[in-house]
């Protein structure tokens, strides 16, 4: 079961991105703000959670949430900052951009690069632990991969609308056939 808060205050953002790991498309990350009353039975971290009830989550998600808000850092940015940076620089547009000014951030994983106004705690596995982190993935990941289905409608053999631009052999193997598009990190290992 996921805990409601880590901080105890009513405002506690959960931060997670998605797509860090990708060969294509842009980063993405979502900051949530729950009511401390919110409850979802299936929500978890999104990679433990089917594309039914993912998307069904989204739409709890956004219709319940004190505050939500997405971003992205784009494949320029990734490729000037390196992903981990790009990564840091979607979840301060995430907090930047919610209704609500949180009042404490945590965060999925071991490392953030602190926000300039507001204080953070790093949880690894946070996804599976807080509820609000494991919002965020949902709303991030959600949000990505209709982002790569859009961009696979445009470019059909890499089939992103399963991959999401991850690094499969069927993706792989498209790149070798196909060569490297325009939305490829041309930086990372793509073979």
Known sequence: MLLSSFSGQPLEA???????GCLAGPVFAAAVILPPDFSCAYLN????MTAR?????REQICREAVAWAVAEASLAEIVELNIAQASYLAMHRAVDALAVQPTHLIVDGNRFKPHSTLPHTCHIG????????A????LAKTFRDERMHALAAE???YQWEQNAGYPTA???????ALGPTKHHRMGFRLL
Not at 14 to 20: C, F, K, Q, V, Y
Not at 135 to 138: H, K, M, N, T
């Open 14 to 20: 959960g931060l997670d991105e998605a797509g860090r």
């Open 45 to 48: 971290d999104s990679k433990q």
């Open 53 to 57: 009830r993912r998307d069904r989550a």
């Open 126 to 133: 946070g996804d599976g632990k807080f509820q609000s982190i």
């Open 135 to 138: 919002a965020a993935s949902v």
């Open 155 to 157: 470019y059909p053999g």
């Open 170 to 176: 069927q993706h792989r193997a498209a790149i070798r």
